[in-house]
């Protein structure tokens, strides 16, 4: 198997470095070598390294953020695979073999991923609790790009890549505080093939500590608007420049109106999933337009994904623009009546949840827009017709 540099970029997480590189050492394939970054940290981060002597390489820089020290270690690693540990996480012992492996066994794929549990670590005690993650998606090399698009359930810790790929997706957005491994995954599916193991290949950890870069760090507490303002920053443009054909699994060309309806739905659900409603909804619109056939299978599951992210919908119904927005869809023939109902359905999926959690508000306001979304547009305009009177009832 070819050899593997590993990169471990680290900010101010000297309590957590040591099992990091420790488990990284102790893999079952050993890496060539292993880069340590750190991005100026003020805690005991040099001291942590030190203790490893020759086994590990350590540059110290200037705090510049996470994506300067990824950029800067592409500039100092001599292998042709790269594996990128987070240094709070711990890597299974067999995890670099496992995705390794997966590239020999697959010589055309550009990147192995695999799975991952999460765990938190008692601050007393150092008891450590696992349990599975809920963000694993089955995806084939062939839908793995929209699956990634639909979601991120695929991280650096998890992730064995080729320099090549690095190399021709260009260097790590320095703009980016947070999703900064999203944005590069996005790129990386867009021009390479993916394979995966099903094998847990890295434990992530759970804990409150800061995140981002000095000057700009931010809490647990932001980390949701955090992901969604970073996302958001990664989907906007990708409406504009990704071809509309990628957002049909890979392979699949766009030759007939059907086909262009459901990458149009698909397009749609991604950028509902990023709370971009007005871009879900004109191709929504644009879908609803094109062609009188029944929904498919596929299509209606698709539509119902528009409610599916993973940082909620509460604004379809707190937002006034964005609920008439959609329920405009049921004014476009031949389709909108029946996207709108497929609407109605995966909302449902919320208000249940909602219902579970003892939301009662939100769940009422998701209730009243789903029934909505399903009902059939009344006409005001429509009158009854009524007899003429005659001449004696004047």
């Not at 079952?28 to 292993?34: D, G, H, K, T």
């Not at 650096?156 to 957005?173: C, E, N, S």
């Not at 906007?236 to 049909?248: A, R, T």
């Not at 409603?277 to 539509?303: C, G, M, P, Y």
Request: charged share 25%.
């Amino acid at each position: 198997m070819q050899p593997v540099s590993v990169i471990i970029p680290t900010f101010n997480r000297a309590q957590y470095l040591r099992p990091c590189i420790e488990a990284v050492l102790g893999q079952s394939l050993a890496p060539a070598e292993v880069l340590i970054v750190d991005d100026g940290s003020t805690d005991d981060t040099a001291r942590v390294v030190e203790s490893f002597g020759d086994a590990v390489r350590y540059i110290h820089k200037q705090n510049s953020g996470k994506s300067a020290s990824l950029n800067l270690a592409m500039q100092h690693v001599s292998h042709p695979l790269i594996w990128i540990m987070d240094d709070d996480d711990i890597a299974e012992p067999t995890a670099l073999e496992d995705l390794a492996r997966l590239l020999e066994q697959n010589p055309d794929a550009g990147m192995a991923y695999g799975r991952f549990d999460r765990f938190t670590e008692d601050a007393d005690t150092g008891t450590q609790t696992f349990f599975p993650t809920h963000c694993w998606v089955e995806s084939t090399p062939d839908t793995f790009l929209i699956s990634v698009l639909e979601d991120c359930f695929v991280h650096q810790p998890g992730m064995l890549v080729k320099r090549a790929v690095y190399d021709a997706t260009g260097p790590f957005d320095v703009e980016f505080v947070r999703s900064q491994d999203y944005e590069m995954l996005v790129r990386i599916a867009r021009i390479t093939t993916c394979v995966h193991t099903d094998n847990i290949v890295f434990h992530q950890r759970q804990h409150d500590g800061a995140r981002g870069q000095s000057g700009a760090t931010f809490g647990i507490e932001q980390r949701v608007n955090k992901w969604v303002e970073f996302d958001q920053r990664i989907f906007e443009p990708l409406y504009e420049q990704m071809p509309l054909e990628d957002f049909l699994p890979r392979g699949m060309s766009m030759d007939t109106t059907d086909k262009r309806r459901r990458a149009l739905l698909q397009r749609a659900a991604i950028m509902g999933r990023r709370k971009l409603w007005a871009l879900a909804v004109d191709d929504l619109k644009a879908a609803a337009a094109l062609s009188s056939s029944k929904l498919t299978s596929e299509e209606r599951s698709i539509i119902r994904g528009c409610f599916g992210g993973k940082h909620g919908c509460t604004e379809v119904a707190s937002d006034p623009a964005i609920s008439s927005a959609l329920l405009s869809l049921k004014d476009v023939a031949p389709s909108g009546p029946a996207i709108s109902r497929t609407l109605s359905r995966g909302l449902v999926w919320r208000l249940r949840e909602t219902v579970t959690t003892g939301h009662a508000v939100l769940a009422k306001s998701f209730g009243a827009l789903a029934l909505s979304l399903a009902l059939p547009r009344l006409n005001p305009f429509k009158t009854v017709q009524k007899p003429a009177l005659n001449s004696s009832s004047s």
